[in-house]
Nanobody, 120 residues
């Protein structure tokens, strides 16, 4: 059974930090590209950060560059998002995504999301 379970969301003040975690199971984690997405109320889901297999390629949305860091631990089947200098506009539900293109087909797994609220 495929599972992605996010944790670490919380309410923090502007300027604070959080570390989100995503625990993967039920699939071959090492061959999947892992990403964090977020969705704020009334907005579309957007890509926040992506890390390819073995961490060979990492990219971030312009809005979080220099503040967020994505990482993965293949041995533990975990992916993390370290979020620093949080801003109110970072408030959203954050989702973990696993993606693989195989034989021309896209395979996507999603977690249930974790709420991040940045407010004074």
């Amino acid at each position: 059974q495929v599972q992605l379970v996010e944790s670490g969301g919380a309410s923090v003040q502007p300027g604070g930090s959080l570390r989100l975690s995503c625990a993967a199971s039920g699939f071959v984690f090492t061959i999947f590209r892992m990403s964090w997405y977020r969705q704020a109320p009334g907005k579309e889901r957007e890509l926040v950060a992506v890390i390819t297999t073995t961490g060979g390629y990492i990219n971030y949305a312009d809005s979080v560059k220099g503040r967020f860091t994505i990482s993965r631990d293949d041995a533990e089947k975990m992916v993390y998002l370290q979020m620093n200098s949080l801003k109110p506009e970072d408030t959203a539900v954050y989702y973990c995504n696993a993606h693989l293109t195989l034989g021309g087909k896209n395979i996507d797994y999603w977690g249930q999301g974790t709420q991040v609220t940045v407010s004074s």
